[in-house]
């Protein structure tokens, strides 16, 4: 394993810090979040907030993160840098691309009406890699 791969590992963080990002959300509704191309017309993080968000956990920009909103735009989450952090790539198990996955199926079940969207957004908020468990499966 390559020494700077082994570094992020120790000191990427696989859940949000709640003192940095509390999570934030947009006033919208289900009908919205659930339009077709809805996350895309609200997608806006400018670079600046992007070095913030980085600067405020530690770490250096990089291609190994994202940086990712806590809870999804598809699930109604803001912009703000109160629901932004850096996410891995390279942790294992839980990293972007098994939070996505997360993201897909809560946004699925919230439009399908077998989900509330405030409480997918309360599970994602709380804890998603508890919500990945409860939503998804045990392990991804």
């Known amino acids: 394993m390559p020494a700077w791969l082994l570094l992020a590992l120790l000191v990427t963080p696989i859940r949000p810090d709640p003192r940095i990002t509390p999570g934030a959300m947009l006033p919208v509704t289900q009908a919205q979040v659930c339009a077709h191309g809805y996350a895309t017309t609200v997608r806006h993080v400018p670079v600046s907030e992007k070095r913030a968000v980085f600067q405020a956990y530690g770490i250096r920009p ?79």
């Open 62 to 140: 990089s291609g190994r993160f994202e940086i990712d909103h806590l809870i999804s735009l598809e699930l109604g989450g803001s912009n703000a840098i109160a629901n932004l952090w850096p996410q891995s790539y390279h942790t294992r198990p839980w990293n972007a691309h098994v939070k996505d996955a997360l993201e897909d199926r809560l946004h699925a079940l919230v439009c399908r009406g077998t989900l509330t969207l405030p409480a997918a957004q309360a599970a994602i908020r709380a804890d998603w890699i508890a919500a990945y468990r409860q939503y998804v499966r045990r392990t991804p």
